[in-house]
Every structure is written in structure tokens, then in C-alpha cells.
């Protein structure tokens, strides 16, 4: 997984091997920074029909862009108040509650070897397919909150279930993994895949890039994903 320096507003990571989870986010209209990428995008492949949006693009200290998603359904609640989630599959409670609850997101890293980091201070270990689980694991994670917590402890339980994330995204061989084969632009590829209450996460790799999503509601067994040819199927 990626090493980091500080990059934007960022404080440098106490785990080494920790991938930049923010940097620079790009300003201006949204599409700016996916369109100044040098990789590819991906997001669901065509037999998705709903609503797509972008989220953020995030960039290093140099401007360089690293990663960032775009979401498939609609933005889900932080805080469900009466629905009981079933990470692949239907939920209860009201209809819009189970609107806003059925959402993936797809997370594109760009493939980069070891290297120096753009300010010069540090050195970036290479992109792989735990960089991705990472990033997918730690936005599930901040778009949920369990209704047995008050706002006091959110902080606390967000903080150990995201070091929980990083160190099962850093070992994606381990028992808590299985593997599902999904297509990427028609061709089967094996992913890394865990649920969870809180809803589900994959990472995998394919040409010149890292994939990662996680979503609830949305079964992940019947997702496919392709390279997004024109972005403003997802400015809304």
C-alpha cells in the first residue's frame, strides 16, 4: 500500500505504508480534476440504468491526480435512522430511507510504481489492489453509523473500525477475503471481496489500474464495471 507525505492540508500518516486518503481536492466544476488524469476512469458498465455522479478527484502536492470515485445510485444517508441494512441485498424500513441506501461507488487508483513524493520530502511505496480496498473500506465506513451510537462516540468507533479497514485492506489473501469474478470491459476478473453489516467492499486490478467499490443495497455479485468513455454521463 502507498506511503504518504503530507500533501494539501494533509498530515503526514503515522502508518508508513498508508495511501493518501484525501491530498488536494480539485477546485472549479467537479469534472476538472478527472479530466486532468492520466488513467482511465471506471465506473458500472451499462447494465446500470440509475442515476451517476461524481464525487471528488484528489491529487497530490504536485497536482498530480491519484485517485477518486464516482458514485451509482443516490447519496446515502451518514446516519439511517430506520432501516436495518443488509449489505448485499434489500433493506427494511421506509421507501425513501431505502432509496438513499442502495448506492456503489466505484474508487479508480492509478497504477504507480515506488517513486518520490511530489514535494520531494518522502518516498510513495507503489499503487496495488490494497490501496483501492483501502479507500473503498474507509468511504463505506464514513457514510455509515450505527444506530446504537450516539454523535459522542461516532469519533471513537469510526477511528478503530477505520484501523480495522487498513490492516484487512493490507492483507487481502487473508481469511476475512473471498474471491468474486466480475467483468471489467466484458472480461472476467478476480476481485477481493468481504461484507460486513455496514455493507460491502472489492478491490481488484486491471490495465493501468486499481479498482476498489463498496455500496449497500446493491448486490456487488451482479455488478460489472467498464472504463467511462464520456464523463458527463455522471455530472448529473
Request: a negative charge; proline letters at 6%; glycine letters at 12%.
Amino acid at each position: 500500500m502507498e506511503t504518504t507525505s503530507q500533501a494539501g492540508t494533509d498530515e503526514v500518516s503515522d502508518k508508513a505504508d498508508k495511501p493518501e486518503r484525501r491530498g488536494t481536492v480539485e477546485p472549479s466544476r467537479p469534472v476538472d480534476g478527472y479530466l486532468r488524469a492520466t488513467f482511465p476512469w471506471y465506473g458500472l458498465d451499462a447494465a446500470y440504468t440509475g442515476p451517476r455522479s461524481l464525487m471528488q478527484a484528489v491529487a497530490a502536492a504536485d497536482g498530480t491526480v491519484q485517485h477518486g470515485a464516482v458514485r451509482h445510485g443516490s447519496e446515502p444517508m451518514i446516519r439511517p435512522e430506520n432501516t436495518a441494512v443488509s449489505p448485499a441485498g434489500s433493506e427494511g424500513g421506509d421507501d425513501g430511507a431505502e432509496d438513499r441506501e442502495r448506492f456503489a461507488v466505484v474508487v479508480t487508483v492509478a497504477a504507480s510504481p515506488a517513486r518520490t513524493s511530489g514535494d520531494g520530502t518522502g518516498q510513495l511505496d507503489a499503487t496495488t489492489a490494497s490501496s483501492a480496498a483501502w479507500l473503498a473500506g474507509s468511504g463505506l465506513l464514513s457514510c455509515t453509523w450505527p444506530g446504537q451510537l450516539d454523535h459522542t462516540l461516532r469519533d471513537d468507533w469510526l477511528s478503530q473500525q477505520t484501523e480495522t479497514a487498513f490492516e484487512l485492506a493490507d492483507d487481502l489473501e487473508s481469511p476475512e477475503w473471498s474471491s468474486l469474478s466480475l467483468p471489467v470491459d466484458g472480461v472476467p476478473t478476480l476481485f477481493r471481496y468481504r461484507e460486513s453489516e455496514y455493507g460491502w467492499v472489492l478491490a481488484g486490478s486491471t490495465d493501468g489500474v486499481h479498482l476498489g467499490a463498496y455500496g449497500r443495497g446493491m448486490s456487488a455479485y451482479g455488478l460489472g464495471f467498464a472504463r467511462i468513455e464520456d464523463l458527463r454521463a455522471y455530472e448529473g
